[in-house]
């Protein structure tokens, strides 16, 4: 399996459509590459040949060649997905909306080498019912995004699966920042849409994170506890806040996941530092000793779930904020501090 890059979520934010039109223009001239004919026949013979050629280029990309696939470098992959993208616009849309597994797409591609490693466990998708668009979220391809959105005809690509998970919640669940940008440069994504396994929006995705795929391949078969990349989900948050609008700041504070849970529910119970300053940022905003008073299902506010879990920097910071003040000095609070003092 072709592990998702791992680079800086930064490096491949630039001019996405003019760069990758440039290898449209190569392949729009009288005389196209002998590889570009070879590449896309094989990918018009599967049953997902837009998924193939998404999966093949991830790969060539990353510097992991599939076997079957030796020469596609990606050049030569980038001008076969444009190649399909320019195809009938009826055949497009079918392509577009099919879903497919990673180990399906190995097995369809031609991938020898693929291991029997189980794909990273993720909240806002299916791995093994991944659309176009997922997958190149997944692979973490920015440019590939933006050509997809430009490609997209008069079609959403950017729906929702039959649970209304969305690509832009498996982007911030990834922390993939460039395919957030890219998604939300190219549209225009209703960032308080929930999807309906755990009643979690993008912005919940953001606050959670997941672990790096080492990390998940490592938890998946030895069962190994690993903390999040708080800088990268503080990083994911700014993003969907410099995105959003006040009125819709102020709703999305509210808004918890099926477990009670708002967004400083879950950072408290990380004890991601970072991520909580920024939400404070927006006290100018949204009421925020009103959010922070918030009961999850258990009956614990964000402030108890931080003491409860040791994190001391943490609540030390809220102690000494004066924007989430108030509730804090309630004698039932003390208690629990005093308590949760004791057993750590």
């Known amino acids: 399996l072709c592990r998702p890059s791992l680079r800086s979520p930064y490096d491949e934010c630039g001019d996405v459509i003019t760069t990758a039109q440039s290898g449209m223009n190569q392949c729009e001239g009288t005389s196209v590459p002998q590889p570009v004919l070879d590449l896309e026949e094989a990918v018009l013979f599967t049953s997902h040949p837009l998924h193939c050629a998404v999966y093949i280029h991830a790969h060539a990309v990353n510097g992991d060649s599939i076997s079957s696939q030796a020469c ?3 050049v030569t992959t980038e001008a076969v997905i444009m190649r399909l993208l320019g ?8 392509w577009m909306s099919q879903r497919a597994g990673i180990k399906e797409l190995a097995r369809v591609s031609g991938d020898a080498d693929f291991s029997s490693t189980p794909p990273r466990r993720l909240q806002s998708a299916d791995i093994d019912a991944l659309s176009p668009l997922q997958l190149a979220v997944l ?6 995004i933006a050509l997809l959105f430009k490609n997209a005809i ?3 690509i950017d729906e929702e699966d039959e649970f209304c998970r969305t690509p832009l919640m498996m982007a911030c669940e990834l922390r993939h920042l460039s395919c957030m940008k890219a998604i939300i440069t190219n549209t225009i994504p209703k960032l308080d849409r929930r999807e309906r ?8 995705f953001a606050c959670i994170g997941t672990s790096t795929p080492e990390e998940a391949w490592e938890e998946e078969w030895h069962g190994a506890d690993h903390s999040y990349g708080v800088s990268q989900s503080s990083d994911a948050l700014d993003m969907l806040l410099n995105n959003t609008t006040n009125p819709m700041k102020k709703k999305v504070f509210q808004l918890v996941n099926n477990k009670g849970q708002n967004l400083f529910h879950i ?9 909580i300053q920024r939400l404070v940022i927006e006290s100018n905003v949204v ?8 009961r999850d299902e258990s009956g614990y506010t964000p402030f108890l779930l931080a003491i409860l879990g040791g994190h001391t920097d943490l609540v030390m910071y809220l102690l000494s904020d004066r924007s989430t003040s108030g509730y804090k000095r309630r ?3 003390r208690i629990w501090m005093q308590t949760a003092l004791y057993w750590h």
């Open 154 to 156: 008069s079609r959403k």
């Open 287 to 294: 009421k925020l000793p009103k959010v922070f008073a918030a």
């Open 197 to 204: 396994v755990g009643m979690n929006t993008a912005f919940h």
């Open 72 to 74: 596609a470098d990606k």
């Open 139 to 144: 692979y973490k391809q920015p440019r590939i």
């Open 267 to 275: 950072g408290c119970i990380n004890g991601d530092l970072p991520l």
């Open 331 to 333: 004698t039932e609070n």
């Open 87 to 94: 195809r009938d616009p009826d055949q497009l849309s079918q």
